[in-house]
């Protein structure tokens, strides 16, 4: 933690000469809490006077707001209990205690809330906890999350939990004694200290957020000190001590209180001069948007998502996609795994819990029907699944029930049925009597038809 310290120091103080042992060093103090600025620092009695730490761990509108789009987007995707059938298909659970569980965990709460505050304590603290409570036939029938918990490891391995921070269950239940760990819920995030110890991806980002919390509130004091005036007067003028107060009050007395936007009028020279920003200004806006980017990097949390600048996407889902890819995914497995294992459930693909992320195209219908349609017609999707994803009953006769797929050149004798026309095929035609050698008699006929139209041929010319 001391080096720590010493690197935030290094970071975000300014450039001085080391003061000797002993000898008065200028501010700002870094504490074990947070850092004291500078003018609270030369007061024994700074807490009295009004002045407060900064703390530089837990905190920021950009760490709210990916714990946040965390564990509400995982609220929002309804779990499942699956189990893989013998012809590879699957099918949904609805009679067995982790169905009930994920319906109603307890009376006081429901699947919602418990995975929300379950997903902000897992960002938030690297793990949760969660204790399940039995019935007589040994299935668990409530699950109650715990703020706090100690894991204890017996000397033959076992291992149990000290479990606190729930005082609903701790006026039902006597929570003293440890918990045996196949009663508990432990969802962690990377343990690099201790198996049984998550962290959180917070802790990365300790040093940006030390440097932005120091450069806003020395901004904060900055200004509520009124160090910044909109406008400086000048004037080539020499002027005296009593003139420049005069002056000053004059200023004030006609562009402030009820007389703000009126107009004041100039003499002897004096020019009025807005103040901008600076280039000093600018630095500390890149620097914070560096901030909140560095964050977002920790939590694997595409901007985009949180409506921050970057590429964007084609459409909701591809957005959703992409995260599920990378975050969202993790994090939906994980609890997902870590409640299989409380339930005994044998694992993928055998026996799971699945969230749903399809919950999260409610607001892209129309993108949600192209993907159901294109199921259909692929032959993946029976007519019945597209229309059940979409809360249609099936297709009355059982019409729907069978995948279909697109023939493109059928005869046009296919008729309703999508079979062929059984109607017998008519007996060919007997050979036309042109094709057959005439009767002589009939050669005699038609050579006297043929004398008798050349003569009336030659009588008319």
């Given amino acids: 933690m001391a080096s720590a310290l010493a690197l935030i120091g290094r970071a975000i103080a300014p450039r001085r000469a080391k003061a000797a042992e002993g000898q ?81 965990p307890n009376n006081y709460q429901t699947i919602s809330d418990l995975v929300l505050n379950l997903g902000r304590r897992l960002y938030e603290k690297g793990e949760t906890f969660g204790v399940a409570i039995r019935n007589n036939r040994g299935e668990i029938a409530e699950l109650h999350l715990m703020r706090h918990g100690q894991p204890l490891i017996a000397g033959d391995g076992s291992i149990f939990y000290y ?37 959180s991806p917070i802790l990365a980002t300790v040093l940006d957020r030390a440097m932005a919390g120091a450069a806003l509130s020395q901004q904060v004091a900055y ?15 020499k ?72 590429t964007t996407f084609a ?33 993928m693909p055998d026996e799971y819990l699945e969230f749903d992320t399809k919950a999260l195209l409610r607001s892209a219908f129309k993108d949600m029907i192209a993907a159901l349609k294109d199921g259909v017609i692929g032959g993946i999707f029976a007519p019945d699944e597209a229309r059940n994803e979409i809360d249609l009953p099936i297709v009355p006769g059982g019409h729907g029930a069978m995948p ?16 062929p026309d059984s109607t017998p095929t008519p007996a060919a035609p007997a050979a036309d009597p042109i094709d057959e050698e005439p009767p002589a008699n009939d050669n005699a006929r038609m050579l006297e038809a043929f004398r008798a139209a050349r003569a009336r041929i030659q009588v008319s010319i």
């Fill in 315 to 347: 459409s909701t889902e591809l957005l959703m996609q992409s995260w599920i890819a990378s975050g969202l995914g993790f994090a939906l497995n994980h609890v997902e795994e870590a409640f299989g294992q409380l339930f005994g459930l044998a694992g």
């Fill in 223 to 237: 200004y509520l000190n009124q160090a910044r005036p909109s406008f400086m007067l000048e004037t080539d003028e």
């Fill in 24 to 104: 008065y060093r200028t501010g700002p103090y870094l504490l074990g809490d947070g850092w004291l600025s500078a003018a609270a620092g030369r007061l024994s009695n700074w807490w009295q006077a009004g002045h407060s730490l900064q703390p530089y761990g837990d905190g920021g509108a950009m760490v709210e707001a990916c714990v946040s789009a965390y564990s509400q987007t995982m609220a929002m995707c309804p779990g499942s209990h699956w189990r893989k059938k013998a012809d590879g298909g699957r099918e949904r659970v609805v009679n067995s205690a982790l169905t009930r569980i994920m319906k109603r």
């Fill in 239 to 310: 002027l005296d001590r009593a003139q420049v107060t005069e002056l000053r009050e004059i200023w004030d007395m006609q562009t402030q209180g009820e007389n703000a936007g009126r107009t004041p009028i100039l003499t002897a020279g004096l020019k009025a001069k807005p103040v901008t920003g600076s280039a000093k200004d600018a630095d500390l806006a890149e620097l914070l948007k560096m901030t909140d980017q560095n964050v977002a990097l920790a939590f694997r949390m595409p901007l985009q998502v949180l409506g921050l600048g970057g």
């Fill in 404 to 419: 279909r797929v697109q023939q493109q050149v059928v005869p046009l004798s296919y008729g309703s049925e999508l079979q």
């Fill in 163 to 199: 479990l606190a921070g729930n005082e609903v269950l701790e006026r039902r239940f006597d929570m003293s004694l440890p918990i045996p760990a196949r009663d508990v819920l432990h969802v962690r995030l990377h343990t690099p200290r201790h198996p049984l110890k998550g962290e």
